[in-house]
């Protein structure tokens, strides 16, 4: 069974930096496409950044670029987003999402129901 477990969430004041972590455990297959997705309270849920590991393709949101880096230790099964420059409308759950397709690279971080598997989400509070 495929586990994504996602770590680093807590409260931060606006300005401020926290870094996410998701380690997939348990029979993982061939992850093309991995990355974040959140969802803030009464709003869906949006891409925020994925990586390619099939052509090395980066997405990231307009709404966090050049805050967040996204990064990946494949020896370790590992997604990071490093989060700077936190502002209070990036309260939200923080979820780690994975997709076995090829097909559409990054592109797939555009649609959350294009993501086949899911962790449980780690909250992150941006407020002073």
């Known amino acids: 069974q495929v586990q994504l477990v996602e770590s680093g969430g807590g409260l931060v004041q606006p300005g401020g930096s926290l870094r996410l972590s998701c380690e997939a455990s348990g029979f993982t297959p061939d992850f093309y496409v991995i990355g974040w997705f959140r969802q803030a309270p009464g709003k869906e849920r949006e891409g925020v950044s994925c990586?390619?590991?099939?052509?090395?393709?980066?997405y990231y949101a307009n709404f966090v670029k050049g805050r967040f880096a996204i990064s990946e230790d494949n020896a370790k099964n590992t997604v990071s987003l490093q989060m700077n420059s936190l502002e209070p409308e990036d309260t939200a759950v923080y979820y780690c999402?994975?997709?076995?397709?090829?097909?559409?690279?990054?592109?797939?971080?555009?649609?959350?129901?294009?993501?086949?598997?899911w962790g449980e989400g780690t909250l992150v509070t941006v407020s002073s």
């Open positions: 999402a994975a997709s076995t397709v090829e097909t559409a690279g990054v592109v797939r971080c555009k649609y959350p129901f294009a993501m086949d598997y």
């Open positions: 990586i390619s590991r099939s052509d090395n393709g980066v």
